[in-house]
């Protein structure tokens, strides 16, 4: 990772993330996550592959009085995830840890949400990142049944575990899903009308025994192609990006 680093706003500077300036970079999709949760004041949440923070950061934001736990297997990342913690007064305890090798004080806790957005291209099919930092936060190393399985391990009953992905996941997703998760949720984005989806998030819950529910996709920006050098997203997406609202993803 380089050595400099970089201060961005979120949520119109609700949200202050430190990150580095060359690497991976949060953008929209840990925003996304967040708004999906269905958190209620003093709940506890664990991120999965935390990065700097963002996404359990940016559900803080919107829902007071959370626990919040993140595992992140880079070190430098881990701290930057516990600055931005103490720099948004976040009750945020980050782990340095390996998801198949969790800390037994990790193994002793059950979660009412565990979030993810987990690397999405798998690197054997896929060019590998000139930044070592950033290879790592987007190439598949941990297998995503992997990632599953601890979700579904540190869920508590009834608990959700909630995860963000390239649509064209989903058939891994849910092939992979514990049998221990049910009530499924697919919640599709689309960037534009007329466009396949591009982005999920894929809900399920402990115990749960609804029958899969596809949602109608959510639309990303506006207009059938960017027609202008300006942010073009819709009303409700600005809403979740700007003002931190909730995505309406039925619980």
Same mark, same amino acid.
């Given at each position: 990772?380089?050595?400099?680093?970089?201060?961005?706003?979120?949520?119109?500077?609700?949200?202050?993330?430190?990150?580095?300036?060359?690497?991976?970079?949060?953008?929209?999709?840990?925003?996304?996550?967040?708004?999906?949760?269905?958190?209620?004041?003093?709940?506890?949440?664990?991120?999965?592959?935390?990065?700097?923070?963002?996404?359990?950061?940016?559900?803080?934001?919107?829902?007071?009085?959370?626990?919040?736990?993140?595992?992140?297997?880079?070190?430098?990342?881990?701290?930057?995830?516990?600055?931005?913690?103490?720099?948004?007064?976040?009750?945020?305890?980050?782990?340095?840890?390996?998801?198949?090798?969790?800390?037994?004080?990790?193994?002793?806790?059950?979660?009412?949400?565990? #979030?993810?957005? +987990?690397?999405?291209?798998?690197? %054997?099919?896929?060019?590998? !990142?000139?930044?070592? @930092? =950033?290879?790592?936060?987007?190439?598949?190393?941990?297998?995503?049944?992997?990632?599953?399985?601890?979700?579904?391990?540190?869920?508590?009953?009834?608990?959700?575990?909630?995860?963000?992905?390239?649509?064209?996941?989903?058939?891994?997703?849910?092939?992979?899903?514990?049998?221990?998760?049910?009530?499924?949720?697919?919640?599709?984005? #689309?960037?534009? +009308?007329?466009?396949?989806?591009? %982005?999920?998030?894929?809900? !399920?819950?402990?115990? @749960? =025994?609804?029958?899969?529910?596809?949602?109608?996709?959510?639309?990303?920006?506006?207009?059938?192609?960017?027609?202008?050098?300006?942010?073009?997203?819709?009303?409700?997406?600005?809403?979740?990006?700007?003002?931190?609202?909730?995505?309406?993803?039925?619980?």
């Amino acid at each position: 990772m380089t050595d400099k680093i970089t201060e961005n706003e979120y949520l119109s500077g609700r949200v202050r993330i430190r990150q580095p300036a060359v690497g991976y970079r949060a953008g929209v999709d840990p925003v996304l996550l967040a708004a999906s949760i269905p958190a209620k004041s003093g709940q506890s949440v664990l991120e999965l592959g935390t990065g700097v923070g963002t996404a359990a950061l940016c559900l803080a934001a919107r829902v007071s009085e959370l626990s919040l736990t993140g595992i992140e297997i880079q070190p430098d990342y881990a701290a930057l995830a516990r600055a931005n913690g103490s720099l948004n007064q976040a009750d945020f305890d980050v782990f340095e840890a390996d998801l198949a090798k969790l800390p037994s004080d990790l193994k002793q806790q059950r979660f009412d949400h565990v #979030i993810a957005n +987990p690397p999405y291209f798998d690197r %054997l099919s896929g060019h590998t !990142a000139s930044d070592a @930092g =950033r290879e790592r936060a987007m190439g598949e190393d941990t297998p995503l049944k992997i990632w599953l399985e601890v979700a579904a391990k540190r869920v508590a009953p009834k608990g959700y575990i909630s995860f963000i992905h390239r649509a064209e996941r989903v058939g891994d997703i849910l092939s992979l899903m514990p049998p221990s998760m049910g009530s499924v949720q697919v919640q599709p984005f #689309i960037p534009r +009308p007329e466009r396949d989806a591009n %982005l999920v998030i894929v809900r !399920a819950r402990h115990s @749960g =025994r609804a029958p899969l529910r596809l949602h109608a996709p959510f639309q990303l920006h506006q207009g059938l192609r960017h027609e202008k050098d300006a942010e073009d997203y819709t009303i409700g997406i600005k809403a979740v990006l700007r003002d931190g609202k909730a995505l309406p993803i039925p619980a």
